[in-house]
T-cell receptor, first 115, second 109 residues
Framework: KAGVTQTPRYLIKTRGQQVTLSCSPI?????VSWYQQTPGQGLQFLFE?????QRNKGNFPGRFSGRQFSNSRSEMNVSTLELGDSALYLC???WGIGGGNNEQFFGPGTRLTVL | KNEVEQSPQNLTAQEGEFITINCSYS?????LHWLQQHPGGGIVSLFM???GKKKHGRLIATINIQEKHSSLHITASHPRDSAVYIC???????????FGTGTSLTVIP
């Protein structure tokens, strides 16, 4: 079974631009969660999607948004990029709604650099 | 305030040593996860616990719900165990994940 894939793996943008990141979960997994990892803040939860609906959201501004498609693939969008958005963005998939009693499988991440 | 505290932040061990990493949390949880992150970023889920103890190979994870504390033990450590180990809890209120800052482990041959 293929693992979680994320595209692109690396991305360089400039301040003010917007970016869309993509995550394809393991086949059969219906939950996709997104995380941001920075050296200063560590890992932080962004949001979780299950069956095309956002189920949970972390403490991030509205510039961060996402969606999930009927095939469970998910996209994350960041608008009006700021320097502080430079980070590794990870997605994870699980069979059920993640976190509680479902193991999460992580993708390799997308490293975003904002110049 | 940090909902999850890990210790130590950094750990260097000789190959073969027994290693313990600790995690304390302050929120009510539905599950606690131990994650391993190698250089380059990839994260692997090692354990998911809601009570008791789990063992996988040389790794053992325990959790004490009353004391809000978990430990990850590595027996007979090996240089390939060198990685960052992250404790994460899933809160049972608000359905959010909170992460520790990680423990950077280096095992010297």
């Amino acid at each position: 079974k293929a693992g979680v894939t994320q595209t692109p793996r690396y991305l360089i943008k400039t301040r003010g631009q917007q970016v869309t990141l993509s995550c394809s979960p393991i086949s059969g997994h219906r939950s996709v969660s997104w995380y941001q990892q920075t050296p200063g803040q560590g890992l932080q939860f962004l949001f979780e999607y299950f069956s095309e609906t956002q189920r949970n959201k972390g403490n991030f501004p509205g510039r961060f948004s996402g969606r999930q498609f009927s095939n469970s693939r998910s996209e994350m969008n960041v608008s009006t990029l700021e320097l502080g958005d430079s980070a590794l963005y990870l997605c994870a998939s699980s069979w059920g709604i993640g976190g509680g009693n479902n193991e999460q499988f992580f993708g390799p991440g997308t490293r975003l650099t904002v110049l | 305030k940090n909902e999850v505290e890990q210790s130590p932040q950094n750990l260097t061990a000789q190959e073969g040593e027994f290693i313990t990493i600790n995690c304390s949390y302050s929120v009510g949880i539905s599950a606690l996860h131990w994650l391993q992150q190698h250089p380059g970023g990839g994260i692997v889920s090692l354990f998911m616990l809601s009570s008791g103890k789990k063992k996988h190979g040389r790794l053992i994870a325990t959790i004490n719900i009353q004391e809000k504390h978990s430990s990850l033990h590595i027996t007979a450590s090996h240089p390939r165990d060198s990685a960052v180990y992250i404790c994460a809890v899933h809160s049972n209120t608000g359905n959010q994940f909170y992460f520790g800052t990680g423990t950077s482990l280096t095992v010297i041959p």
